[in-house]
């Protein structure tokens, strides 16, 4: 019953109504101006074409999904691990997170043919890798945020009981730290779809490991523009169901002890 009132609340209704409204009033302006469909497709051309074309852009969605969720993953354990590391010591975060910085204020577009050429006998890790670096910065940055927004009480407190660091970091900073991880986590979830498909417009492969962004390209070579809009389709369909898991974790993990999760479900 809770879940079957969230399906029908404002919250649910409001967005889904103000789409609605949305969608009508494009397909109604393109059909009254007679807008060709290279120009702009109307919503119901999408669709069609959506399911016509469906055979070629779900198996692109799954490559999209597939050096997403690669990427992703890469950049949880490299991001955890490196805030864990820079947590122990403030000389150790000073020295290595300027070079994170550096890492996230690269230039996808220019860096990524580099990786390409570097690891031209295989594409998809050099995809991987480009979408790990745009996603790798909201992890560690907002980790080891949280690993050092301690309570001085407790803090003291495991002083005065003489916790190791390590004992430090597992009872006092990861709990911490929690609401901050799944902040970046839903951050960087979005910029990992995002890496991807960047990765996969300067690489430009095609066959049959291609993803959602080479129908893009193609699509908009031969001026296939309701392919196009249908592809961007599934890719902002991937993005809202990535961040609608992330979202529902985030309340899973914190449960009802952080306002930060009772909020989301406001």
């Not at 029908?8 to 302006?29: C, K, M, N, Q, R």
């Not at 997170?97 to 043919?113: E, F, N, S, V």
Request: hydrophobic share 55%.
């Amino acid at each position: 019953m809770p879940e079957l009132r969230r399906l029908f609340s404002l919250e649910t209704l409001a967005p889904l109504a103000l789409g609605i409204l949305v969608l009508s009033v494009w397909e109604v302006s393109v059909s009254l101006t007679h807008t060709p469909s290279y120009i702009l497709p109307g919503p119901i051309l999408i669709l069609k074409t959506l399911i016509a074309d469906g055979s070629i852009l779900l198996p692109a969605m799954l490559v999209t999904f597939k050096i997403t969720l690669v990427a992703f993953l890469v950049a949880i354990i490299s991001g955890v691990s490196l805030a864990m590391i820079m947590a122990q010591s403030k000389w150790i975060e000073k020295s290595l997170y300027p070079y994170a910085i550096i890492l996230q204020t690269l230039p996808m577009a220019a860096i990524a043919p580099l990786i390409i050429i570097w690891l031209r006998n295989n594409t998809f890790a050099a995809l991987v890798i480009c979408a790990w670096i745009i996603a790798f910065f909201p992890i560690v940055s907002n980790t080891t945020f949280g690993l050092n927004s301690l309570d001085p009480n407790l803090k003291d407190l495991f002083k005065l009981y003489r916790a190791s660091p390590w004992q430090t970091l597992l009872y006092l900073r990861l709990p911490s730290a929690l609401p901050y991880f799944f902040t970046g986590l839903r951050i960087s979830g979005g910029l990992a779809l995002i890496g991807a498909v960047v990765a996969e417009i300067v690489a430009g492969t095609g066959g049959a490991n291609s993803g959602l962004a080479y129908q893009i390209l193609l699509a908009s070579y031969n001026l296939q523009i309701p392919r196009m809009f249908a592809a961007l389709l599934l890719i902002s369909i991937l993005g809202i169901l990535i961040f609608i898991v992330l979202n529902r974790l985030s309340s899973l993990s914190l449960g009802q002890w952080h306002e930060s999760s009772t909020s989301l479900d406001r």
